[in-house]
C-alpha cells in the first residue's frame, strides 16, 4: 500500500488527531532537557485531576518519601524535574490510550497494561544498556510504543475487518503488513510526528522490533524492545527465546536472558517497586525492597 494511504489513514483518526492540552504542553516540557520547575508547576496546578494523580504515585513508599508530598513543587524537590514530569504525561495518556482494540481483539485493560509495563521495563533497561539518565526518555517510549495500534485498529473496525489472533499477540507486524501493507511501527512512528513528539521517541516506535536498523541512536530502541518484550514475558510466561533474533542482539548489548527474566519478575511481582526504579533520578537509591538487578 503506497505511503501516502498510511498517512492519510492515520491523519484521518477521528479523536486521536490530537492530544489534550496539558498532555501537549507536557509534550512541551519533556524536550526541553533543562525546563524550569515553575514551567511545571504551571501546567501541572492547571489540571487538578492530573496534580493529584501525580501526588499520589509521587508519595509511593518506593520513592522514600511516602506522605511528604503535598504540592507539585514539594514533588519536583523530592522526586526530580524529569520523573515529575514522566508520571504526569502517564496519567494524561491514559484517556488517549485506554481502549479497547477492536480490529486486534485486545481489550482497552490488556493493551494499557501492556504499555505500562513495557514503560516500566524499557527504563529499568536503560541503565543496563549504559544510559540511565535516559531512564525516563525511554518510559515515555515505552508507554507509547505501540500507539500504532490505535490508529490502524480504528481503520480495522471501520472496514470491518479483524487480524487472526496471534500468540505473542503483540507480536502483529508481519499479520499488519499482509492485511494493510504496513505495521504498526510505521504507523506509530507518523502518529508521533503529528502529535509532536520529540524525535527520538519517533524513531524508537518505529524501530522498536528492529533497534539494529534504527539510525543513529539505538538505545531508545533498543530499551523499548526489551520493554516489549518484558511485558509479553509476565502476561503469557514467556521465555526470552520466543525471540531468537531480538535476544541475541540484546546479547551483544550486554542484557542477557536472565536480565529479562528478571525484570519479568520484578514487573509482575513488584510493578509499585518497579516504577518507582523506572522514573527515579540516577544517583537516587532504591529502598532494600526493590529487587537487585542481575550483574
Same mark, same amino acid.
Request: proline fraction near 6%; charge should be negative.
Given at each position: ?17 490530537? /492530544? @489534550? ?15 524550569a520547575a515553575d514551567? %511545571? ?5 492547571? #489540571? ?5 494523580? %501525580? ?9 522514600? %518519601? +511516602? ?33 479497547? /482494540? ?6 482497552? #485493560? ?17 541503565? +543496563? /544498556?549504559?544510559? @540511565?539518565?535516559? &531512564?525516563?526518555? &525511554? ?16 481503520h480495522l473496525a ?5 487480524? %487472526? ?34 524525535? *527520538? ?8 522490533h528492529r533497534p539494529?536498523?534504527? @539510525? ?6 533498543? &530499551? ?12 503469557? +510466561?514467556?521465555?526470552? #527465546? ?8 540484546? *546479547?551483544?548489548?550486554?542484557? *542477557? ?22 522514573? +527515579? &533520578? ?5 529502598? @532494600? ?7
Amino acid at each position: 500500500m503506497p505511503q501516502y494511504v498510511l498517512h492519510d489513514l492515520v491523519s484521518t483518526t477521528g479523536d486521536l488527531a490530537a /492530544l @489534550p492540552m496539558t498532555v501537549v504542553r507536557l509534550l512541551d516540557l519533556l524536550k526541553d532537557q533543562t525546563c524550569a520547575a515553575d514551567k %511545571v508547576v504551571q501546567v501541572l496546578d492547571q #489540571d487538578g485531576a492530573m496534580t493529584a494523580n %501525580v501526588l499520589k504515585l509521587s508519595n509511593s513508599a518506593f520513592y522514600g %518519601v +511516602r506522605g511528604t508530598v503535598g504540592s507539585t513543587r514539594q514533588a519536583l524537590v523530592l522526586l526530580g524535574n524529569r520523573a515529575v514530569l514522566t508520571l504526569a504525561f502517564a496519567t494524561g495518556m491514559v484517556p488517549v490510550m485506554r481502549r479497547n /482494540l477492536v480490529g486486534y481483539g485486545i481489550d482497552r #485493560d490488556r493493551y494499557w497494561e501492556h504499555s505500562l509495563t513495557s514503560a516500566m521495563a524499557a527504563g529499568v533497561a536503560m541503565d +543496563r /544498556l549504559g544510559d @540511565p539518565e535516559r &531512564a525516563c526518555e &525511554a518510559f515515555t517510549a515505552g508507554l507509547v510504543h505501540d500507539i500504532g495500534m490505535l490508529a490502524l485498529d480504528a481503520h480495522l473496525a471501520a472496514n470491518r475487518m479483524k487480524l %487472526v489472533p496471534a500468540f505473542p499477540l503483540f507480536n502483529v507486524s508481519e499479520r499488519e503488513r499482509e492485511t494493510l501493507g504496513f505495521d504498526h511501527c510505521d504507523a506509530g512512528a507518523l502518529l508521533a510526528g503529528n502529535w509532536g513528539f520529540p524525535s *527520538a521517541l519517533a524513531r524508537a516506535i518505529e524501530f522498536h522490533h528492529r533497534p539494529w536498523q534504527a @539510525p543513529g541512536d539505538v538505545d531508545l530502541a533498543a &530499551a523499548v524492545m526489551v520493554g516489549d518484550m518484558v511485558a509479553q514475558m509476565a502476561s503469557d +510466561r514467556l521465555e526470552p #527465546d520466543a525471540w531468537p533474533e531480538a535476544l541475541e542482539y540484546l *546479547a551483544s548489548r550486554g542484557v *542477557a536472558a536472565d536480565h529479562l527474566r528478571e525484570l519479568a519478575m520484578s514487573v509482575t511481582l513488584a510493578p509499585e517497586e518497579t516504577l518507582a526504579r523506572a522514573t +527515579r &533520578a540516577p544517583g537516587t537509591p532504591c529502598p @532494600p525492597s526493590i529487587p537487585a538487578p542481575v550483574s
